[in-house]
């Protein structure tokens, strides 16, 4: 199966189980072939496949938002369709440590 082929079920599927199903296959193994052609799973509510360098991409935005404009973890949310911990998760992931709440 090629990349756009498991990019088109992925975004077209409720679920990632919903994509082994229709793969016939386990879980695990559908993932591993969805990260084989460098796509990235979504993590939180509202996040698309993207492929490995969209996410970086997208993981610099947030950086920028949150270190340079001081945006808080929600309204940088808001801007990038994501989740507040799928944000706070990025940035975690990324080295930067939380401000704390004021």
């Not at 801007?79 to 706070?88: G, I, N, P, T, Y």
């Amino acid at each position: 199966m090629d990349k756009k082929e498991v990019e088109s079920l992925y975004k077209n599927s409720k679920s990632f189980s919903e994509v082994a199903s229709k793969l016939g296959t386990s879980y695990y193994n559908a993932r591993k072939l969805m990260l084989s052609h460098g796509l990235t799973y979504r993590r939180g509510h509202a996040v698309s496949v993207s492929t490995t360098e969209e996410y970086k991409t997208l993981s610099q935005k947030i950086k920028f938002l949150y270190i340079d404009e001081k945006l808080s973890l929600r309204a940088i949310a808001k801007k990038v369709d994501l989740s507040h911990q799928a944000v706070s998760n990025r940035l975690k992931e990324m080295g930067v440590f939380l401000r704390k709440k004021t």
